[in-house]
Structure formats: structure tokens, C-alpha cells
């Protein structure tokens, strides 16, 4: 398949949208079938919003509910660690089995900011699924429940992720080529 151009840089395909498909079920499945009743997931904006759509369609839990949170911890090709609040949330979670929305982990700060927000709710649960997981970047104790595919430290965009705001719209994901 042909390599895309996205600003200054190329990019080869990575992940066929066949596959992300595969994927984004086998997380609805586990989710499906891990006992959590009426949860509400929070997909954390820009990067999640096709993943969520594409997952919500699949989970077939009553009662499920879904909401949208948005930080930034990106700049460029490279995380710069830093991870600002954009959107929070507004409604009551007490009692609510939490369970968040990623396209992709990486170094792990966005996840612990997230955290950070919810100390001092009194949630009933909390877990965290993800579309993509870079397990060489991750420096967080955190554990992630869900986890669609685990990836090299290699830059991925398509299927919602970005560089510098541009590709979201590319079915397929993928990689920057060396
Ligand atoms: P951290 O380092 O906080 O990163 O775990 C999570 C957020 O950073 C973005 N991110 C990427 N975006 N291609 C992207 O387009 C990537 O390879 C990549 N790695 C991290 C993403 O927004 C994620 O929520
Ligand atoms: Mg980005």
C-alpha cells in the first residue's frame, strides 16, 4: 500500500484498518465479558474519538454510558511530558464504574493526570483500555486493563491520532518511515 505525506514527514502503513477492527473487538469482547455493570466510559479527546465510536457499537453492557474528557501531553512527534486539563467533567461519579478510552498509551502522563482528576471522587471502579500501548515508553506503575495491541516506540498516526493535528481521518494506522 503507498506511503502518505503529512506535513514534512512520511509515513508507511502500519496497522491495516482490517486489523483495527479485529482489535477494537477483541478489547469490546474482554470488556463484554470482564462482569463490569453499567459502565461509563470516558474517551479522552482528540486522538479516542474513532476508537469510541467504533467500541461503543460493540459493547452490548445495559445500561452503558458514555463521556468525553480532553488534555494534551503532545507536541510534534514527541511527547513533551507535560499534560494540560482542556475539558473535565462535570457530572457525579460517585458510584460509577469508571472505565477510560485511549488510542494510545505511551509514556504513561496523560494516564496519571487522568487519575489525578478522579482521587477524590469515590468511584466504584476504575480501569483503563487502549487501542495502542507503547510498553518501551511507559514509566507508570499504573496497570492498564485493556489493551488492544502493544507497538514499538515508533511514531503512529491514523484512525484518530495525529501529527501536528493533521491525518485523524486515515482509516489506517501508521508509522513514520526511516
Ligand atoms: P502519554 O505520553 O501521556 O501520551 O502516555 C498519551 C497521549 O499522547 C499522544 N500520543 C501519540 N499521538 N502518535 C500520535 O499521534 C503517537 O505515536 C503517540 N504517542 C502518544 C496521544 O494523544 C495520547 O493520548
Ligand atoms: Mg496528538
Redesign the pocket.
Known amino acids: 500500500m503507498k506511503d502518505i505525506k503529512l506535513h514534512d514527514k512520511t509515513f508507511e502503513i502500519y496497522i491495516p484498518e482490517t486489523e483495527i477492527a479485529e482489535i477494537v473487538n477483541s478489547v469490546a469482547t474482554a470488556i463484554n465479558n470482564s462482569g463490569v455493570e453499567k459502565p461509563l466510559f470516558i474517551a ?1 479527546l ?3 474519538f474513532l476508537f469510541a465510536a467504533d467500541m461503543m457499537r460493540k459493547i452490548t453492557i445495559p445500561n452503558s454510558e458514555i463521556s468525553f474528557i480532553k ?4 507536541q510534534g ?1 514527541e ?1 513533551t ?1 507535560k ?1 494540560n486539563e482542556l475539558i473535565g467533567l462535570n457530572q457525579d461519579l460517585k458510584g460509577r464504574n469508571i472505565i477510560i478510552l ?12 487522568i487519575i489525578e482528576l478522579f482521587q477524590n471522587e469515590e468511584l466504584t471502579s476504575f480501569k483503563t483500555a487502549t487501542l ?1 500501548y ?1 510498553p518501551k ?2 514509566n507508570k506503575d499504573i496497570p492498564i486493563d485493556f489493551i488492544g495491541k502493544s507497538i514499538p516506540n ?4 491514523g484512525y484518530g ?3 501536528e493535528e493533521i ?1 485523524r481521518n486515515l482509516p489506517h494506522i501508521y ?1 513514520l518511515k526511516n
Open positions: 479522552v482528540n486522538g479516542s488534555l494534551s501531553s503532545y512527534t511527547s511530558g499534560v485511549e488510542d494510545i498509551i505511551d509514556t504513561g502522563n496523560t494516564l496519571e493526570k495502542l507503547k515508553a511507559y515508533d511514531f503512529v498516526v491520532l495525529d501529527y491525518g508509522k
